[in-house]
Every structure is written in structure tokens, then in C-alpha cells.
């Protein structure tokens, strides 16, 4: 389904595990990420950003906003609109990622050194209690980030081999990670994650859940952290419609 320049694949966490599932048992490959508005307005600045989005095999919706214009398109073509369940957040689905019997190796790239090493620990224990085994996690925090740490994040990674490998480095130098990584290691499953590493270490406060399924994510995040995120969520909307509005004049 094509949305402000992209075209989404909408999934509940359920399809989303499946797909993951079925790409790591056949041997395949497939890159996750999550548009939303932010992703929407750096398509339309930054073009090796877009390129990224156009390649990903997966697209899925992580805004409220996005949902509701998917909604209205589907009104008014008259087809059926999507749930709530359809917007999917990092960390609807990573937790879940480490109970897939095929994952028994899974990488955190990014956040600082304590924040990444709380993640894996995190995860782990939680594989642990699970139906699918134990999960070994890697530990590769990315915080602070300098270009020549690359080669030394790939020999890691090659080494490793996990099955997932999820970036969380913040948009757009997630992206740029993720299609480097593509092109030089056989990861089979790459998804870039935001702030879900500092989430589920617990070093960024997680919105409730409920929050994110009303569409009022947004307001706990710029409560928690106006200066950081007032620009993301007030300005760029405006700039955003400015573009659209410019483009289609």
C-alpha cells in the first residue's frame, strides 16, 4: 500500500514473526524497517534515506498518523481498514523476536556500552524462560559512532553470525548502517530499531502500551524529552505538509 512516498507492508506482530520465521528457515534475506512521520519528511530531504526505504523488503507502519491516512485511502477506494494492531513499533515485536525456534543468535548494534549490555542481558533472560531455548546475544553498543568502527562491526558480526540483527542508532545513520551491513555480511534478518535498545534496557522510559494503540505515543515521548524530540513531533509535521503541498502544486 503506497503512503507519502512509500509503499508499506502492513502487519500485525503475528505476520510480521511469521515472515521473520520463514526468512531465516529458507535462507533468505529481508531488511525491516518502520516508516513513520519522522522517516516521512527525511525521504523527501535526504535521498540515499529514501534509497533505503524504495530497497527494504519490509515496511512497516510505526506512526498513528500513517494508519489514519491509510484508513482514509482504504475509505474512500471502499476496501476494509486496517486495526490498531497493524501500527508496530521496535518493541511491539523485538521482545518476541528472541522466542522464534529458528533464532538462537541475535545482535544489538548501537545506544551506549552499559545501555546495549542491559538490552542483551534482558533478552536473554527472557529467551531463557521461554518455549524456544536459550538465545545468545551480542553486545555491540555504537554510542558514540565514528565511520571507521564499520570494519571492526563487521568482522564481529561475521564472526558471530546471528540469525537477527537489530540497529539502533537513531534515523537516518541507522540506514546508513543497515546498507553497509547488507552488502558486506549474510545477516539474514536486519531491522532498524531506534531507541528500542535504550527502551528495553530501561535507560529511555517506555510509553505504555495502550498509549502507542491510541496514537498518543508522540506525547508521552515529547513530555519525557521535549528538547529532543519538540522539533520531530511539531516542526516536521508542518515542514512535512509543506513539501507535500509544494510537490503536488
Known amino acids: 500500500m503506497p503512503i507519502v512516498d512509500v509503499t508499506v ?15 531465516i528457515a529458507s535462507g533468505g534475506r529481508v531488511t525491516v524497517a518502520g516508516h513513520n512521520l519522522h522517516s516521512a519528511y527525511l525521504m523527501r ?13 519490509v515496511r512497516l507502519i510505526d506512526g498513528m498518523p500513517l494508519l ?10 471502499g476496501r476494509s ?23 538462537r543468535r541475535l545482535a544489538l548494534l548501537g545506544a551506549s556500552a552499559s545501555s546495549n549490555a542491559e538490552a542483551a542481558e534482558r533478552l536473554s533472560r527472557s529467551a531463557s524462560r ?36 537489530l540497529i539502533g542508532m537513531g534515523m537516518p545513520l541507522q540506514e546508513q548502517i543497515a546498507v553497509a551491513l ?14 528500542a535498545i535504550d527502551q528495553i534496557s530501561g535507560a529511555q522510559s517506555l510509553a505504555p502500551r495502550w498509549l502507542g494503540r491510541a496514537g498518543l505515543e508522540w506525547a508521552w515521548r515529547l513530555a519525557s524529552d521535549p528538547r529532543r524530540f519538540a522539533g ?4 516536521e509535521p508542518v515542514r512535512l505538509a509543506r513539501l507535500i503541498l509544494r510537490g503536488a502544486a
Do not use: C, K, N
Open 130 to 165: 521461554g518455549t524456544g531455548g536459550a538465545v545468545e546475544v551480542l553486545s555491540v553498543p555504537a554510542d558514540p559512532w565514528a565511520p571507521e568502527d564499520l570494519d571492526d562491526v563487521v568482522a564481529r558480526l561475521s564472526a558471530f553470525a546471528p540469525q537477527i540483527l
Open 182 to 195: 547488507r552488502a558486506r555480511t549474510e545477516i539474514p534478518v536486519i531491522a532498524t530499531v531506534g531507541g
Open 232 to 235: 520531530r513531533y511539531l516542526v
Open 68 to 77: 489514519v491516512l491509510l484508513g482514509l485511502r482504504a475509505a474512500r477506494d
Open 81 to 103: 481498514r486496517l486495526g490498531p494492531r497493524h501500527r508496530l513499533g521496535s518493541t511491539d515485536w523485538v521482545p518476541q523476536a528472541v522466542h522464534l525456534p529458528a533464532v
Open 45 to 57: 530531504t535526504e535521498e540515499p534515506f529514501r534509497r533505503f526505504y524504495e530497497q527494504a523488503e
Open 9 to 23: 507492508t502492513p502487519m500485525d506482530r503475528d505476520a510480521l514473526l511469521l515472515r521473520l520465521a520463514q526468512e
